[in-house]
């Protein structure tokens, strides 16, 4: 059996070991999204990549403009619903002006950082 095999078969993906306060242990429920929210989660997911600019690190994570001409506010609502259910070690914010401009700011422990740097490149050009 490849470690590959067992990764996919388990419930929970450990992404980081480690279990003090300090080093919270971080898990993705991976079927947390059922097979039946896996097309539309998929499809949030890469409106959601597309639409994140301006990356600004943060001490515990990062803050992203939303092009609001890629993503709409409800489907970023619709998608932060349902990656909670798989990445609950995760803390989301989605902060609105006035003038519709809006920001996603994706915080999380000292290791969550590195998976959402991977997850979510500076889409910068």
């Known amino acids: 059996m490849t470690w590959a095999s067992v990764l996919a078969g388990s419930l929970i993906f450990v992404c980081a070991a480690a279990g003090s ?18 097309p539309r989660y998929n ?5 959601v990549r597309i639409a994140l600019c301006d990356r600004a690190e943060l001490p515990d994570g990062y ?3 939303l092009d609001n001409d890629k993503v709409t506010l409800p489907e970023v609502a619709e998608w932060i619903t349902m990656e909670r259910l798989c990445c609950p070690f995760l803390t989301f914010n989605l902060e609105v002006s006035g003038q519709g401009k809006a920001r996603l ?3 999380g422990p000292v290791a969550a950082k590195a998976i959402l740097h991977e997850e979510f490149p500076d889409n910068r050009k």
Not at 26 to 36: F, G, M, R, V
Not at 43 to 47: E, H, M, P, Q, V
Request: proline share 3%; charged share 30%.
């Open 43 to 47: 499809d949030l997911i890469k409106r």
């Open 21 to 38: 306060e300090e080093h919270p242990v971080l898990a993705c429920n991976l079927k947390a999204i059922s097979a039946a929210m896996r």
């Open 105 to 107: 700011i994706l915080r």
């Open 63 to 65: 803050s992203f403009k």
